[in-house]
């Protein structure tokens, strides 16, 4: 079984900065790619940013150039530094990852959320 724990959220004044932090742990052969999402009340869940296991990265053309993804593979955990922040950027944030367990298992957990809120 394979658990993700999301933290850093925050409220947070517009134009300010919140760094976010997901920990994967449990019986983990490697991980494959890992990403965060965001819904926003009255929104769908919405791809943010994602870090692939090369290390390549995308990102919705919304945060392009505020946020950043990375990962550190020694802790299992991938961080997403957010920059400039924006009231549009209120949501709940989600960690995903796709994570190989055994040679032939792909799971795709979720974690529990965690809440960034921008206003002033």
């Known amino acids: 079984q394979v658990q993700l724990v999301e933290s850093g959220g925050d409220l947070v004044q517009p134009g300010g900065s919140l760094r976010l932090a997901c920990a994967a742990s449990?019986?983990?052969?490697?991980?494959?790619?890992m990403g965060w999402y965001r819904q926003a009340p009255g929104n769908q869940r919405e791809s943010v940013a994602t870090?692939?296991?090369?290390?390549?990265?995308n990102y919705t053309d919304s945060v392009k150039g505020r946020f950043t993804i990375s990962r550190d593979n020694a802790k299992n955990t991938v961080y997403l530094q957010m920059n400039s922040l924006k009231p549009e950027d209120t949501a709940v944030y989600y960690c995903?990852?796709?994570?190989?367990?055994?040679?032939?298992?792909?799971?795709?957990?979720w974690g529990q959320g965690t809440q960034v809120t921008v206003s002033s």
């Open positions: 870090v692939f296991s090369d290390d390549s990265t």
């Open positions: 449990g019986s983990i052969r490697r991980i494959r790619s």
């Open positions: 995903n990852a796709d994570i190989q367990t055994t040679y032939y298992s792909i799971v795709r957990p």
